[in-house]
């Protein structure tokens, strides 16, 4: 007796393989950091923490990809369909245009708004609908992740063109 056929393609793994290109890509773009001279010889420098990132993000990926199970398809409609099964593509073009405007955001309203309203605004297209966990896992998260940046880590971010306008 013949077994079905076993699709290879399906959501987690297709996720998972798009995830390894960004990483690919993220880990190359982090060789063209910039070090200052004489850091090549320190322990921790500007590039050290993007390739602990891109490490990480490439065996996720790759775990997503290895572990991700199979299913048995009864007939070659399935193997097709499986790709758009459930995938919510207005969702994924929202998220999409969500990051291109934190991107340009970022710029115009500084650090604190722009994340502050990207999660606020993300977790409203995720589904949740309480203002008290809508206002209190964006902006006082964001807060308190920017002083820990800026105050502790003693980074600086920019605050944006409109709080430099004012």
């Known amino acids: 007796m ?49 390739y602990l990132l891109t490490f990480a993000g490439i065996v996720m990926s790759l ?20 790709l758009d099964q459930d995938l919510d593509w207005r969702l994924l073009g929202s998220f999409v245009i969500l990051m291109v405007g934190y991107g340009i955001g970022l710029t115009w309203l500084g650090f604190v708004l722009a994340t502050s309203l990207f999660l606020l ?13 809508l206002l209190g896992a964006s902006f006082p998260f964001v807060t308190l992740f920017w002083l820990l940046l800026t105050k502790v880590l003693d980074i600086y971010l920019e605050p944006g063109y409109l709080f430099l306008s004012l």
């Open 121 to 133: 605004i993300g977790f409203w297209l995720l589904g949740e609908r309480r203002k008290a966990v």
């Open 2 to 50: 013949q077994s079905p056929p076993v699709s290879l393609l399906n959501r987690d793994r297709v996720s998972g393989l798009i995830f390894l290109l960004a990483c690919l890509i993220y880990g190359y773009q982090t060789t063209q950091i910039q070090l200052f001279p004489g850091d090549e010889y320190e322990a921790f420098t500007a590039r050290t923490l993007p």
């Open 63 to 82: 775990l997503l990809i290895v572990m991700s199970p199979s299913r048995p398809c009864a007939d070659n409609s399935y193997a097709e369909q499986s």
